[in-house]
C-alpha cells in the first residue's frame, strides 16, 4: 500500500473494504492495542515529562547565564563613578568591601559596596551612572528589582542608591525611594559619608 493511501486511511478519509479489514485484524490479533484512554494517558505522561525536563533545562540555562554574569560582573572593570566612591570610603575611614556577591532568594547579585563586608552586611550601596534615557529606565527598573530581591532575603540590611544623571523622571525618582532607604542624585562627597556613618550608626 502506499504512503498515500495509509495517510488517507490514517486521517478517515479512505476506505477500506471488510476483506482487508479482516486481515489486518488477523496480522494484528497478537499485537496489543492501546485504549485511547490509555493512548491519551500516555501522551499526558510524555508531556508532563517533557515539560519537567525543559523547566528543569531552563532553570539549568538561567543558572549558567547568571553564574556567566557573575564572573563578568566581579572581572569588570570599575566605572570612574565606582572608583571616585572607593577613593572616597577609603579616605573617609569606612571600612566596605567592593564588588560583593550576595545571594537573594536563590539568585544571586554583583553589589558595588557592602558595609562592612559580605559575610556582614549592614549596608549596600548601588552606585549607577545614567545618562542615557534607555539606560534610565532600564536601570531603574534592575535597582528596584534588586533591592526588593536583597530586603526580601536579609530585612535589616539598609540600601542606598547613589545617582550620578543630567536628570531623572519625578517617576524614577519615586520608584527607587519606594524601594531603597535612601536615594542621592548627584551627591556632595560630603553627603554622602554623612549619609553612610549615620546609616552605619543606627
Known amino acids: 500500500m502506499s504512503q498515500a493511501k495509509v495517510s488517507e486511511l490514517e486521517r478517515g478519509i479512505g476506505r477500506v473494504n471488510k476483506e482487508k479489514a479482516e486481515e489486518w485484524a488477523k496480522l494484528l490479533s497478537s499485537v496489543r492495542l492501546l485504549s485511547v484512554l490509555e493512548l491519551e494517558n500516555n501522551r499526558s505522561q510524555i508531556h508532563k515529562r517533557g515539560r519537567f525536563f525543559g523547566e528543569y533545562a531552563k532553570k539549568m540555562a538561567l543558572k549558567s547565564a547568571e553564574n556567566a554574569a ?9 566605572t570612574p563613578q565606582e ?4 577613593l572616597l570610603f577609603e579616605n573617609a575611614g569606612i571600612e566596605h568591601q567592593p564588588q560583593g556577591v550576595f545571594p537573594a532568594q536563590n539568585q544571586k547579585f554583583v553589589v ?3 558595609f562592612p563586608t559580605i559575610d556582614n552586611p549592614k549596608v549596600i550601596v548601588e552606585a549607577k551612572e545614567l545618562n542615557t534615557s534607555y539606560r534610565k529606565r532600564l536601570s531603574v527598573i534592575d535597582l528596584a528589582y534588586r533591592a526588593i530581591k536583597m530586603k526580601q532575603a536579609n530585612p535589616k ?3 542606598i542608591a547613589i545617582i550620578d544623571t543630567n536628570g ?11 524601594d531603597y532607604d535612601y536615594v542621592l542624585i ?3 562627597d560630603n553627603l554622602v559619608v554623612q549619609t553612610l556613618r549615620e546609616v552605619l550608626a543606627s
Open 70 to 78: 557573575i564572573i563578568s560582573a566581579t572581572k569588570k572593570k570599575p
Open 83 to 86: 572608583q571616585r566612591l572607593k
Open 186 to 188: 548627584n551627591p556632595s
Open 168 to 178: 531623572l523622571l519625578r517617576s524614577s525618582r519615586k520608584r527607587l525611594s519606594l
Open 157 to 159: 540590611i539598609k540600601m
Open 112 to 114: 558595588d559596596f557592602v
